[in-house]
């Protein structure tokens, strides 16, 4: 038999990911059938009433207050739950016991007077009242953070324009300032390419083919997702643009979003005008045409955006790059190899992402050659997938969304949304896999180690019904990044995964295969 | 200049408040950083929060 268990401390916070990364942990104990560790937040609570482990006093927590609860075999104590989540904590606490960690911002502006940056990634509910405290102190701020109003960030971004401060976000995954990444984000050498991103993924994947292509950064300001829509009108963009413009480092400009709205794209675009250095726009399947009628660059896709901006730099010829490093031949001999391997019945392809802006540019590469692609995240909404947990003919898949990540750590931190999606799914008429491994600080320590067992499980499977599942991959990460870039390719390519050099040649390549067997 | 252009000439100095692993990342970079061991205002009563935010 089996039954609820739970503690409960009163007055005792711990951050969200850790929490959610101790229930990961809490849920592998013999015996334990379900687990969630947190603090008492609404969506916490009803997480717990949703895995039916909740109770009236888990009912009247406060967000102040932490719990533990598990639906465990009888024999399971929940004192040895609670030791063993005790334990996770004061693992992750260890290394930093004699640092000094004031209570407040102001406390910590007092004693750090210096502080020029503060990075906010609490709750959204309270990150906008943490951001405001930050300008007001004049001090620059990077907001992690979501689920913070558009009028609180309208605000704060006015706020932020009035005193010449940065106001990266809310949703700013990225940032590299004076050579330092911030949250998300690779380490990318230093150079005289400047960056205002509005899209996480797509920034850091620029950044690391410029990085590949042996050039760097200068600034790489983040703006968060929403900057570019009319509620906003671009403030941040406008700031950042106008700080490269002046930065005597920035040799070239480069602006990345998905397509903004109309009137501001115009804004945006008259602010670089005449621009005395080179700008390179990528709005991410946007109107090419306008942006070269503001005599900028415009891209057919990130890695391009990059190839673009180092050109430039170099004073080499600027045009479109839509193909691939390898010789045209040796592309046609892989396509052929894997095409000859399927059976009949294979035509589809499921493109699994755990960077948003990543399968965007996927679907919009794939959709003019392949078709139509079901998704959470679709380029039209006759293509949003009934349900999210359930593939359709061609798929793809931002495990990143919002439905996947309710309570749960975003699949960069830790990909076990995809992982299971990959274990679970049996579907024989599956062709290519696309997957993306975003390396860099913020990401997992081992991203592709966390997918292998999914991934040789899944191309076993269909061995096992004389089928053949082709698995193309990139890898967003530079030589210098925390986890290893090679030995992670390395250990892709002995599973018989093709690792392609960028997101937009790995999606080239099945494009091709693709098409072969329609 | 503009504070922006002012601080791309300085050494950035981070205040993290929220996720400690941010935190740690800065730390093995030997990046200045200062962690504030955050917790929600007035325990996380809301009306209680709004009005002490009127008192400041």
Same mark, same amino acid.
């Given at each position: 038999?089996?039954?609820?268990?739970?503690?409960?401390?009163?007055?005792?916070?711990?951050?969200?990911?850790?929490?959610?990364?101790?229930?990961?942990?809490?849920?592998?104990?013999?015996?334990?059938?379900?687990?969630?560790?947190?603090?008492?937040?609404?969506?916490?609570?009803?997480?717990?009433?949703?895995?039916?482990?909740?109770?009236?006093?888990?009912?009247?927590?406060?967000?102040?207050?932490?719990?533990?609860?598990?639906? %465990?075999?009888?024999?399971?104590?929940?004192?040895?739950?609670?030791?063993?989540?005790?334990?996770?904590?004061?693992?992750?606490?260890?290394?930093?016991?004699?640092?000094?960690?004031?209570?407040?911002? !102001?406390?910590?502006?007092?004693?750090?007077?210096?502080?020029?940056?503060?990075?906010?990634?609490?709750?959204?509910?309270?990150?906008?009242?943490?951001?405001?405290?930050?300008?007001?102190?004049?001090?620059?701020?990077?907001?992690?953070?979501?689920?913070?109003?558009?009028?609180?960030?309208? !605000?704060?971004?006015?706020?932020?324009?009035?005193?010449?401060?940065?106001?990266?976000?809310?949703?700013?995954?990225?940032?590299?300032?004076?050579?330092?990444?911030?949250?998300?984000?690779?380490?990318?050498?230093?150079?005289?390419?400047?960056?205002?991103?509005?899209?996480?993924?797509?920034?850091?994947?620029?950044?690391?083919?410029?990085?590949?292509?042996?050039?760097?950064?200068?600034?790489?300001?983040?703006?968060?997702?929403?900057?570019?829509?009319?509620?906003?009108?671009?403030?941040?963009?406008?700031?950042?643009?106008?700080?490269?413009?002046?930065?005597?480092?920035?040799?070239?400009?480069?602006?990345?979003?998905?397509?903004?709205?109309?009137?501001?794209?115009?804004?945006?675009?008259? %602010?670089?005008?005449?621009?005395?250095?080179?700008?390179?726009?990528?709005?991410?399947?946007?109107?090419?045409?306008?942006?070269?009628?503001?005599?900028?660059?415009?891209?057919?896709?990130?890695?391009?955006?990059?190839?673009?901006?180092?050109?430039?730099?170099?004073?080499?010829?600027?045009?479109?790059?839509?193909?691939?490093?390898?010789?045209?031949?040796?592309?046609?001999?892989?396509?052929?190899?894997?095409?000859?391997?399927?059976?009949?019945?294979?035509?589809?392809?499921?493109?699994?992402?755990?960077?948003?802006?990543?399968?965007? !540019?996927?679907?919009?590469?794939?959709?003019?050659?392949?078709?139509?692609?079901?998704?959470?995240?679709?380029?039209?909404?006759?293509?949003?997938?009934?349900?999210?947990?359930?593939?359709?003919?061609?798929?793809?898949?931002?495990?990143?969304?919002?439905?996947?990540?309710?309570?749960?750590?975003?699949?960069?931190?830790?990909?076990?949304?995809?992982?299971?999606?990959?274990?679970?799914?049996?579907?024989?008429?599956?062709?290519?896999?696309?997957?993306?491994?975003?390396?860099?600080?913020?990401?997992?320590?081992?991203?592709?180690?966390?997918?292998?067992?999914?991934?040789?499980?899944?191309?076993?499977?269909?061995?096992?019904?004389?089928?053949?599942?082709?698995?193309?991959?990139?890898?967003?990460?530079? !030589?210098?990044?925390?986890?290893?870039?090679?030995?992670?390719?390395?250990?892709?390519?002995?599973?018989?995964?093709?690792?392609?050099?960028?997101?937009?040649?790995?999606?080239?390549?099945?494009?091709?295969?693709?098409?072969?067997?329609? | 200049?503009?504070?922006?252009?002012?601080?791309?000439?300085?050494?950035?100095?981070?205040?993290?408040?929220?996720?400690?692993?941010?935190?740690?990342?800065?730390?093995?970079?030997?990046?200045?950083?200062?962690?504030?061991?955050?917790?929600?205002?007035?325990?996380?009563?809301?009306?209680?929060?709004?009005?002490?935010?009127?008192?400041?």
């Amino acid at each position: 038999m089996s039954s609820v268990k739970y503690e409960i401390r009163k007055n005792t916070y711990y951050d969200s990911v850790t929490l959610m990364l101790i229930s990961k942990e809490i849920k592998k104990i013999d015996g334990v059938k379900e687990a969630l560790v947190g603090m008492g937040t609404d969506l916490n609570k009803e997480l717990a009433e949703n895995l039916a482990i909740s109770n009236d006093d888990i009912r009247n927590l406060s967000p102040n207050d932490f719990f533990v609860t598990v639906l %465990a075999d009888d024999n399971v104590q929940i004192e040895t739950i609670s030791a063993e989540v005790d334990k996770l904590l004061s693992n992750k606490k260890k290394s930093n016991e004699s640092d000094y960690m004031p209570p407040t911002l !102001e406390s910590a502006l007092k004693h750090e007077p210096e502080s020029n940056i503060v990075v906010i990634s609490v709750a959204g509910e309270y990150a906008a009242a943490e951001a405001k405290k930050a300008l007001n102190n004049n001090l620059h701020v990077m907001l992690f953070s979501d689920n913070v109003s558009i009028e609180d960030e309208r !605000e704060l971004k006015e706020l932020a324009c009035q005193k010449g401060l940065l106001m990266m976000g809310p949703d700013c995954g990225t940032a590299i300032i004076n050579n330092v990444p911030l949250a998300f984000a690779n380490v990318v050498r230093k150079g005289h390419i400047g960056i205002v991103g509005a899209s996480g993924t797509g920034t850091q994947e620029v950044t690391v083919i410029i990085d590949k292509l042996g050039e760097g950064v200068s600034q790489v300001i983040g703006t968060g997702g929403r900057d570019l829509k009319a509620e906003i009108g671009g403030l941040m963009m406008l700031q950042g643009i106008e700080a490269l413009k002046n930065d005597p480092q920035t040799k070239v400009i480069v602006l990345i979003s998905k397509p903004p709205a109309e009137e501001v794209a115009e804004k945006v675009l008259k %602010a670089i005008e005449n621009s005395p250095k080179p700008v390179v726009v990528d709005f991410i399947g946007g109107d090419r045409k306008l942006i070269e009628k503001y005599g900028a660059y415009s891209c057919v896709s990130l890695e391009d955006a990059a190839r673009k901006a180092v050109a430039l730099l170099r004073g080499e010829e600027v045009r479109d790059f839509e193909g691939f490093s390898l010789p045209d031949e040796e592309i046609e001999k892989i396509v052929d190899r894997e095409v000859a391997k399927f059976d009949k019945t294979q035509k589809y392809l499921r493109a699994y992402y755990t960077g948003g802006t990543l399968a965007d !540019e996927a679907m919009k590469l794939l959709s003019s050659s392949i078709g139509n692609i079901y998704s959470n995240i679709p380029l039209t909404p006759e293509y949003k997938l009934e349900d999210v947990r359930v593939s359709k003919e061609h798929t793809c898949i931002d495990f990143g969304d919002d439905e996947f990540t309710r309570g749960k750590p975003h699949p960069m931190i830790d990909p076990v949304s995809r992982v299971e999606r990959l274990m679970k799914e049996d579907d024989e008429e599956v062709a290519v896999l696309l997957m993306d491994f975003v390396l860099g600080y913020g990401s997992h320590e081992d991203p592709v180690g966390e997918m292998l067992p999914a991934i040789k499980e899944a191309k076993e499977r269909m061995a096992k019904k004389g089928k053949y599942l082709c698995v193309v991959g990139s890898v967003c990460g530079t !030589e210098n990044d925390p986890q290893d870039l090679r030995e992670s390719q390395r250990r892709l390519e002995e599973a018989g995964v093709i690792v392609m050099p960028s997101n937009a040649q790995a999606v080239r390549l099945a494009g091709l295969i693709l098409n072969k067997i329609k | 200049m503009s504070k922006i252009n002012e601080l791309f000439n300085k050494e950035v100095k981070v205040i993290n408040i929220g996720l400690e692993s941010f935190y740690n990342d800065l730390k093995k970079q030997k990046v200045s950083v200062i962690h504030v061991n955050w917790r929600p205002v007035a325990g996380g009563n809301k009306r209680m929060a709004s009005l002490l935010s009127k008192l400041k």
